[in-house]
């Protein structure tokens, strides 16, 4: 018996990479899966692999920047799988570089796929959420937002910073509807690291080198899993935090 058996999950970005191996830890301890994304073959390849640990599975094809397709997307979710008990919002598009140098269309970009979708989000599944006596949220941002040298990184630690301040706000107001929220920083091996490295490998080294435990995580064994505890019952006094999930790299004050 999982302990998220009975439990309905929505988690963004779920076709690949941080996103599929939430999807996968979560499904190990019971919980039903809407599979959101962008590209269909990958949702549907991802469901192919939950069914198969006995839960059901959902692929949903949505853009998280298409804001009008959000509260529909919550509305499919409670139809094909009755509820929603857990939200996962991992999907974001970044964008690196000098503050001088980025494309403020892309950064635009970044802020309506990230905090804002992600809010949107989280008000359509809290009335769902209340309802069913509470739940939970975890809100993917990142480390880099307190890097030794934010130099080329100005702009997604806003975004990400952003959605801290949403993930705080939301522990302290829907506390008393029984939803929990907290936010992850995540270093694990996604796709979005691979091209990271690929561009920058010389500073990829360099990075890994700071990390106290010498790697990057795994997205389900390192992610995942601490994602399915932190939804789970054993975590339900924790609210508002910030999880570091980085090996130690970070330090948060």
Partial sequence: ???????????????QGIGQGVAFA???????????????????????????????????????????????LVDKTVESLGGVDILVNNAVSSELGDLLDIDLDKVERSFMTGPLA???LMRACHPHMKARGGGSIINMVTSAAVRWDQSGYGAHAASKEALRSFSRTAASEWGVDGIRVNAVAPHALSPALARWTAERPEEA???????????????????????????????????????PLD??????N
């Fill in 205 to 243: 080294k360099a990075f890994v080198k700071t990390i106290p435990l010498g790697r990057i995580g795994e997205c389900e064994d390192d992610i995942g899993r601490a994602v399915a505890f932190l939804v789970g019952p054993d975590a339900r006094y924790l609210t508002g935090a910030t999880i």
């Fill in 26 to 72: 979560l499904a190990r301890e019971g919980a039903d899966i809407a599979v959101v994304g962008r590209t269909e073959s990958k949702l549907v390849d991802t469901c192919a692999e939950l069914s198969r640990l006995g839960v059901r599975a959902e692929p949903i094809v949505c853009d998280v920047s298409d804001h009008d397709a959000l509260e529909p």
């Fill in 1 to 15: 018996m999982g302990t998220l058996d009975g439990k309905v999950a929505l988690i963004t970005g779920a076709g």
């Fill in 118 to 120: 992600a809010l949107r």
């Fill in 247 to 252: 090996g130690g790299q970070a330090r948060w």
